[in-house]
């Protein structure tokens, strides 16, 4: 049975990555749509637990088998916690603080504070957030996060929708799971706050280049 729940958690993680790399086409807005909607309820999923892998376990099983033995080595050694911050919330105070500014036909916005799920969305248009990967990596040096933003209508047509993945490498951040997660997360609350700051840039950049 032991054996049979290892497989199991391995494929997950492997449906997981390549789910990730698949992530929601991209919607440009346009300006007209942006104008029939004077409000906006905003919303986000709930963040997952963030993840690490056991040090050298995910490069070991890449260099032995690829993509999928990283994954499956990822599987057998990940362990899994709550981040010292809310990562969702984050981004979209990120966002929500600069958008109104730069956006001059933007509505207006009402927040739910609580995470939602799709029982408990909210009748009118929304804006809804949802955060996929979220991991703290040993092979790929640091934090990698995946998100998405989506408008949609009051009938539940999406009108705007972004994906951007960010990965601490790409901005010179690298660390380790260790060295982020020392002396009382200190690092990792830094990257968290970062990572939300350039999440909530391109979401913003996408609205700005809509016609």
């Not at 036909?105 to 504070?113: L, R, S």
């Not at 790929?140 to 999406?158: F, H, N, P, Q, W």
């Not at 380790?176 to 939300?196: C, G, I, T, Y």
């Amino acid at each position: 049975m032991r054996q049979s729940n290892s497989w199991v958690s391995i494929l997950a993680v492997i449906f997981s990555m390549l789910s990730s790399l698949g992530c929601a086409i991209n919607k440009a807005a346009t300006r007209g749509e942006l104008s029939t909607i004077s409000s906006l309820t905003v919303v986000r999923y709930p963040t997952p637990a963030i993840t690490r892998e056991t040090s050298g376990a995910a490069l070991a099983g890449f260099i032995l088998f690829g993509g999928l033995g990283a994954a499956a080595a990822m599987a057998a050694t990940t362990e899994r916690g709550e981040a010292p911050l809310e990562f969702g919330q984050l981004i979209l105070q990120a966002f929500m603080q600069r958008v109104a500014q730069e956006i001059p036909e933007w509505p207006a916005m009402t927040v739910v504070e609580r995470p939602v799920d799709e029982r408990s969305m909210p009748t009118g248009p929304t804006l809804a957030l949802r955060i996929g990967l979220f991991h703290l990596s040993t092979y790929y040096s640091g934090l990698e996060a995946d998100a998405t933003i989506e408008m949609a209508r009051a009938g539940g047509e999406v009108i705007w929708r972004k994906s951007f993945r960010y990965t601490s490498r790409v901005y010179d951040r690298n660390r380790s799971p260790d060295e982020f997660k020392a002396d009382d997360n200190k690092l990792l609350k830094e990257e968290l706050r970062f990572a939300a700051d350039r999440i909530a840039d391109e979401f913003i950049k996408d609205l700005k280049g809509s016609k």
